[in-house]
Nanobody, 120 residues
């Protein structure tokens, strides 16, 4: 069983930055693939960024490439998403997720999310 708790969301102006975090417990952090996804009101949840178990492989949705950076601290068991140059269309509930397979395809566990709201 893996438990994920997101934090760091907030209300910001367009162009601002936010760094959201996800504390992970309950399993060997170093073996987990991790990802961020988001869901805006009235829309389906979508993949934002993923990182494999050793941090050597990452991937991003086209809409956030060059603005968002995913990273992990295996010692602290925390996943991060640094978000720069935020746009109103980035407004969503941001979830972190974990995969027991060490990659970021199909995810096995999800957090409850942290809200990010970007004002124009």
């Amino acid at each position: 069983q893996v438990h994920l708790v997101e934090s760091g969301g907030g209300l910001v102006q367009a162009g601002a930055s936010l760094n959201v975090s996800c504390e992970v417990s309950g399993s060997s952090f170093r073996t987990l693939g991790l990802a961020w996804a988001r869901q805006a009101p009235g829309k389906e949840r979508e993949f934002v960024a993923g990182i494999n178990r050793n941090g050597e492989s990452t991937d991003y949705a086209d809409s956030v490439k060059g603005r968002f950076t995913i990273s992990r601290d295996n010692a602290k068991k925390i996943l991060y998403l640094q978000m720069n140059d935020l746009k109103p269309e980035d407004t969503a509930l941001y979830y972190c997720a974990a995969s027991m397979r060490g990659t970021y395809g199909a995810m096995d566990y999800w957090g409850l999310g942290t809200q990010v709201t970007v004002l124009s």
